[in-house]
């Protein structure tokens, strides 16, 4: 808005400069143009010194100068010019130019007013040249300060506005990022879950089943599931050839190498990472018996290269179809299967893994099963692609994924937008309301100092006019009333920018009609050599007021009526004879130097309105910034956290069993891994949008605990109530720690009291129950949980009870 409002100074200040000069020229004695011109001309090089400096920076003291030089000489000017012109000229002049002082140093008041009192000791000073033995004329130099300070006031209230324009857009702008940046973080959390859930989670839960297999997988797996668990998710970046990831997929080459992995669950909203997720072709999560894990699968592939595609979407491919293929050789029960990718005509990339396996019914798979939901389905969505499952029982399982350019992830931020595709479409709907928003407040800025400017005008300086010279009116009382009339319109029309609301057609065509009725009164109840005069009090008015009726339109359409107001008046003049060539340039001085500043204030209000785009803009892309360095910082520390919290567990047991410290065949390490897996699987249902998370969660430990053989019984008492999640945590820990140690039967209970909360378990054979207690020991929290652990023989109580605050309770 400066950069705006500084150009419109300067080059509103030197067109008056040349055409006000020039009318004053002509108005001038013959004899005294040469003396003129050494002054006008250097007034009009100080000019051009100050365009220049639009273009090419400056330095300060020189535009000062140069400013100062154009009011000094043209005050100088006026004993020179001599002739009926040269007060008009001279003051026009400087009246534009300490006006537009103000708009040029804006920036910079004290340099503006400084210029502005300069203005007015030059045109003092030419007064009193022009007048020997006679002292300035006390009623310019009012005007002139009164049009200095009005010129800072209008620009106070436009820049108040923008300034309460950017805070509304940065307030929205906080909002978004606010949202933006918690989407990422959650899509980030399910691509955590995710990874962590088709890495450790399921090594950890197939070394706890058992003995008595080939653990040769297990150290190279137990390495890449480390590896992808310190990897940083969601900052994958740039293109992929997702024909050579493809030809990674173990068997893609025809090599029949053992997948060796786990199924997945992933809820993930970006690009997979280390070992991959994505529920494949088989009958969905943990469906079979774990057997089969080291089972060979031959892959035929066919795919049409090279595929480009951004990193997001094309490891989200990659890892599915690895979780696929695993998935084959796990539930399919065949050793075989299909993989075809290729581009559509459309742009669109497609994968497919078939076989012709046992294949499985979707519509039977549990909802508490998340693989074909969230790791094939969830995850492809999330970085703006699509994933469909067909298979029934008998005829196989064909998984597809699909992906277009035009594709947009629903998660903006971090890494759920892969790089490449578009926008979101909400993205130009934002820019486009901070544009409005800029827009309207610019504009009801101009428009309410437009408004100060007419009220005060008119209750001054115009009101004064009128009661000093109602000798002159023919009649008075047409003119008394055509103030009346604009007092009207001025109050009607403030009522609605005063509210904050647009001025209405119909209120804005009556006011215009009026105003211009206005016009005609005054033009034709006045002495046509008095127009444009010191009685001509209407003449500089009536533009302000069709100014503030007319902000927001086209300037063609102002331009229109102010030709009519001139028109007007030029037409009472000619009515009463072709006036002489001084008077003609008189009245143009007083034209330009009113109509023509009010037409560039019209033009001012555009420009304002132009610059709403690239302001916006500006602000967009400043705001992007933010939000990547905001998306980045809390990921960064995100990630830090979650790792931290496996140091102290998962960490460990990857560690020992990717360079063979622990063994598999150990029973304690397969205890471990258990207690691990059935944290893992309680993290994993915390997610889930569920009535009674603490319920979902512990069915979660009591299903590993199921897998493990072991037969559990749940029974519930009383109504259910909020806890919270930290609370949730300690309260199921203990429980799940002693669920995942149960070989046999275990009874486990939830009571819900007004006071409390309590969740207990018995198991009546729990293996190696000693270590069970410190199993649940050390780890933080500030939760308010209590927990009591009773053994006798073979059978283990523990129970974890959390007194409810009395707002809960109630």
């Known amino acids: 808005m400066n950069v705006t409002v500084e150009r419109y100074g300067v080059w509103l200040r030197s067109t008056v400069v040349c055409l006000c000069g020039a009318l004053g020229i002509v108005s001038a004695d013959e004899a005294r143009v040469l003396p003129a011109l050494a002054l006008l001309v250097p007034a009009l090089l100080a000019c051009g010194v100050r365009l220049r400096g639009l273009r090419r920076p400056l330095p300060s003291a020189l535009l000062w100068a140069s400013d100062a030089a154009v009011v000094v000489l043209t005050g100088l000017s006026q004993p020179v010019l001599g002739g009926p012109g040269a007060d008009v000229a001279v003051e026009a002049i400087v009246g534009i130019c300490v006006i537009t002082f103000q708009q040029e140093w804006a920036v910079r008041p004290a340099a503006g007013a400084a210029l502005a009192a300069a203005g007015m000791a030059a045109c003092a000073l030419g007064d009193v040249l022009s007048s020997p033995g006679h002292g300035p004329e006390q009623a310019a130099l009012v005007r002139l300060l009164f049009e200095a300070g009005l010129s800072r006031a209008a620009y106070l209230i436009v820049r108040t506005r923008a300034r309460a324009a950017d805070r509304a857009a940065a307030a929205r702008a906080a909002a978004r990022r606010e949202a933006e940046v ?240 578009e926008r979101a479409p909400r993205a130009p709907a934002q820019h486009a309301a901070v544009v409005r928003l800029m827009r309207g407040q610019l504009l009801h800025g101009a428009q309410l100092a437009a408004l100060l400017i007419s009220l005060l005008s008119q209750f001054t300086l115009s009101l004064h006019q009128l009661t000093a010279h109602q000798d002159v009116y023919r009649p008075a009382w047409a003119q008394t009333a055509a103030f009346v009339c604009l007092v009207v319109v001025a109050v009607t029309g403030a009522t609605y920018p005063l509210r904050g609301r647009q001025i209405p057609p119909s209120v804005r065509r009556w006011g215009l009609g009026s105003v211009l009725g206005v016009s005609a009164v005054c033009a034709f109840t006045l002495a046509p050599e008095r127009l444009t005069g010191p009685e001509d009090w209407a003449f500089g008015l009536i533009g302000w007021h069709a100014l503030f009726l007319l902000v927001g339109l086209r300037v063609r359409v102002f331009a229109a009526f102010l030709a009519a107001h001139v028109g007007l008046n030029a037409t009472a003049v000619f009515l009463a004879g072709a006036p002489a060539a001084a008077e003609s340039a008189v009245m143009g001085i007083a034209a330009v130097s009113t109509c023509g500043f009010q037409l560039s204030a019209g033009v001012l209000t555009r420009l304002l309105h132009g610059a709403a785009p690239a302001a916006g803009t500006e602000a967009a892309r400043e705001e992007e910034l933010r939000t990547r360095e905001r998306i980045h910082e809390d990921m960064q520390r995100d990630h830090k956290e979650r790792y931290r919290a496996l140091t102290a567990t998962t960490v460990p047991l990857l560690v020992g069993l990717g360079h063979g410290v622990l063994s598999p065949h150990d029973e304690a390490v397969r205890l471990r891994c258990g207690v691990e897996a059935a944290r893992m699987r309680r993290l994993f249902a915390e997610s889930d949008a569920v009535a009674d998370p603490l319920l979902n969660e512990l069915r979660a430990c009591v299903e590993v605990a199921e897998r493990q053989g072991a037969t559990i019984s749940l029974a519930v008492r009383g109504r259910r109530g909020e806890v919270p999640v930290g609370v949730r945590r300690e309260l199921i820990d203990p429980a799940a720690v002693l669920l995942s140690r149960t070989r046999s039967i275990a009874r486990v209970t939830v009571v819900w009291t007004p006071l409390s909360v309590r969740v207990s378990v018995i198991s009546e054979d729990s293996a190696d129950g000693r270590d069970a207690e410190g199993a649940a020991r050390g780890r933080d929290t500030d939760a308010k949980v209590t927990v009591a652990r009773t053994t006798h023989g073979g059978r283990v109580w523990v129970e974890a009870s959390w007194r409810r605050p009395a707002a809960l309770g109630s």
């Open 182 to 421: 918690a989407a990422a973080r959650r899509a980030t959390e399910r691509e955590y879950l995710a990874t962590l859930h088709d890495t450790a989670s399921a090594t950890l839960l197939m070394v706890s089943q058992g003995d008595g297999r080939d653990w040769s997988w297990l150290p190279p797996r137990a390495r890449q599931d480390l590896e992808a668990l310190s990897a940083m998710p969601g900052f994958e970046s740039g293109n992929v050839d997702l024909a050579e990831l493809l030809g990674c997929v173990p068997g893609a080459r025809g090599t029949g190498q053992g997948t060796g992995q786990g199924t997945g669950t992933g809820q993930g909203a970006g690009a997979g990472q280390g070992a991959g997720a994505g529920q494949g072709a088989g009958a969905g999560e943990e469906a079979g018996d774990g057997t089969g894990d080291g089972a060979l699968v031959r892959l035929r592939t066919r795919i049409d290269g090279p595929l480009t595609v951004p990193s997001g979407p094309g490891l989200a491919m990659f890892n599915g179809v690895r979780e696929a293929v695993t998935n084959v050789a796990r539930h399919a029960g065949v050793r075989e299967a299909e993989l075809r990718a290729w581009a559509e005509d459309d742009g669109a990339v497609v994968v497919e893994l078939s076989d012709r396996g046992r294949g499985f019914d979707p519509e039977d798979v549990p909802a508490r099963r998340r693989g074909i939901a969230n790791s094939v389905v969830g995850r492809m969505q999330a970085v703006g692609g699509s994933a469909t499952v067909t298979s029934r029982p008998g005829a196989g399982t064909r998984v597809r994924w699909r992906w277009h350019s035009r594709a947009v992830a629903p998660q903006p931020g971090g890494g759920a937008q892969a790089e490449g595709a």
